[in-house]
């Protein structure tokens, strides 16, 4: 039984890579922490909900640690909430766009994040890594993924906390922008996650 489910995202918007992806891989080359599986999603509403779902229901985490780019945040930015709503700004990988949809139809307004989010954004800040306590993961694919797994969790009596963490660009994604944003290296993000995972894993979770 896995104890720890990890995911990131392909690349989207026009980026080669997505700094969510690279942590995800830096992960399982560096050897995972044990009884770990890691993932990566796509950017597609029609796949994205349902891969989560099953990974969920196959492997009955104890956490479910996502992450994902947010370009021009400076800072890892732990989500407290998800929203049930898809309002896409851009069209997803597969050219579908979404707006002012509901997730789950009927579903609850939002879901609040099950992981202590204020000790995880703690314990990042306290490795030397800015990070905010976040109210709003978006209306696009993070904030759906997010948003499905809660309503799983809840629905399938799973015990599993979820957590979503978004990452900011890397600096080579801005090297090619005329009016560069924040950025973060990828060493940084690596570490701010494993301070997260610690955090979490200080808490107890089962039970
Ligand atoms: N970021 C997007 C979707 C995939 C990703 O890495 C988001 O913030 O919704």
Redesign the pocket.
């Known amino acids: 039984m896995a104890t720890l489910l990890i995911t990131g995202?392909e690349p989207?918007g026009g980026f080669a890579v997505?700094p969510?992806q690279e942590v995800v891989k830096r992960l399982s080359s560096n050897g995972k922490p044990a009884g770990a599986v890691t993932a990566i999603l796509p950017?597609d509403a029609a796949q994205a909900p349902g891969m989560i779902t099953d990974l969920l229901l196959d492997l009955q985490p104890d956490l479910c640690l996502m992450l994902?780019?947010?370009n021009g945040y400076a800072a890892l930015s732990v989500e407290r909430v998800a929203i049930n709503l898809c309002d896409f700004r851009i069209p997803d990988n597969a050219g579908m766009q979404p707006i002012d949809e509901p997730i789950v139809q009927d579903g609850p307004a939002a879901y609040f994040s099950t992981a202590p989010v204020r000790a995880v954004v703690d314990a990042i800040r306290a490795a030397g890594i800015p990070a905010n306590l976040s109210l709003s993961a978006?209306a696009?694919?993070?904030?759906m993924v997010y948003y499905v797994a809660l309503h799983v969790c809840a629905t399938r009596r799973l015990s599993t906390r979820c957590l979503f963490i978004?990452l900011p660009s890397l600096p080579a994604q801005s090297s090619v922008d005329p009016r560069p944003g924040p950025t973060m290296a990828l060493e940084t993000m690596y570490a701010g996650v494993h301070a997260a995972l610690d955090a979490c894993r200080s808490v107890r979770l089962s039970g």
């Open positions: 995202f989207f997505n969510s950017v994902g780019q947010a978006g696009y694919l993070c904030n978004h």
